[in-house]
């Protein structure tokens, strides 16, 4: 397990659900501007679908290139809705916060096996609509690059989960179009701007794992004989929360186990997971 390119038949195929996807329209939007935040979204799939209220371009794509059929869309488990369940296996799409995704996660994972699908954003082009006028400009290029790093600020929400084995994880990597509203308080209003949609436009690959325990292999071996966050976010390429995220999955994952301290650091060495 760990990362594989996607195939051709993989792009092409994500490529034409993502553009049937948008071919469903936006539905209605409604926009207020006192709290500055969309406030109703029609279903792009229609008020019947249970799980096209409300539902983004980009968890819609994602629904559709896993399961094409919608008879295994929405089931119920439960109190709850799993995205894709076919064959006693669930699929559940978070495309953002893992917080809120947590109590549903933990009850649909209790009698099924389920793998959890997370996009990781490489690399967009970020585009503004004036709420006003309806005109949209801009497509540059965004500084930001997300990584399999960064997804561990995610899991850290759902950490007490993790050591469940029927539960595993597919991380794929795509490109997508950011388009925002202009609503910020600075001059060009950018600054505290909110988002309208997320097109993906290319699948790349996949971060595939049958458990969390399989994070293992992000961990590189150190020669060392201890590490501390500090080193660990050197040798992963992260800083701040994301390394600290990092480290705090390991730990629950028993990849990483503490063995003192060092002035104001805590030390770690290698777990019974590693």
Excluded at 60 to 69: G, N
Aim: charged share 30%.
């Amino acid at each position: 397990m760990g990362y594989r390119e996607a195939t051709e038949n993989e792009k092409q195929r994500f490529l034409d659900v993502c553009a049937e996807v948008q071919a469903l329209g936006d539905g209605v939007l409604e926009f207020d501007k006192k709290h500055k935040r969309v406030i109703r979204r029609s279903s792009l799939e229609g008020g019947s679908n249970i799980g096209g209220l409300g539902e983004k371009t980009m968890h819609l794509a994602f629904k559709y290139f896993f399961e094409e059929d919608t008879d295994f869309h929405e089931v119920a488990v439960g109190r709850h809705y799993a995205d894709i369940m076919k064959n006693g296996h669930i699929t559940e799409i978070q495309t953002r916060n893992f917080c809120s995704f947590r109590k549903k996660l933990a009850a649909v994972s209790e009698d099924h096996t389920v793998t959890v699908v997370h996009p990781i954003i490489k690399e967009k082009h970020v585009y503004w609509t004036d709420p006003d006028s309806g005109e949209i400009k801009g497509g540059r290029k965004s500084p930001k690059h997300g990584d399999i790093y960064g997804v561990f600020r995610e899991l850290v929400y759902i950490r007490e989960l993790l050591h469940r084995e029927n539960l595993g994880f597919c991380f794929p990597v795509i490109s997508c179009d950011e388009y925002k509203i202009l609503c910020g308080w600075d001059a060009e209003r950018k600054k505290g701007s909110v988002r309208l949609r997320l097109i993906p436009t290319e699948l790349c690959g996949f971060y595939e794992y049958d458990t969390a325990f399989a994070f293992a292999q992000l961990l590189p071996k150190s020669q060392d004989e201890y590490m501390t966050v500090k080193s660990i976010s050197a040798m992963i390429g992260k800083k701040g929360r994301e390394a600290s995220a990092f480290v705090n999955v390991m730990m629950y994952l028993d990849i990483l186990e503490k063995c003192g301290k060092e002035g104001n650091a805590i030390k770690y060495i290698y777990g019974k997971n590693y």
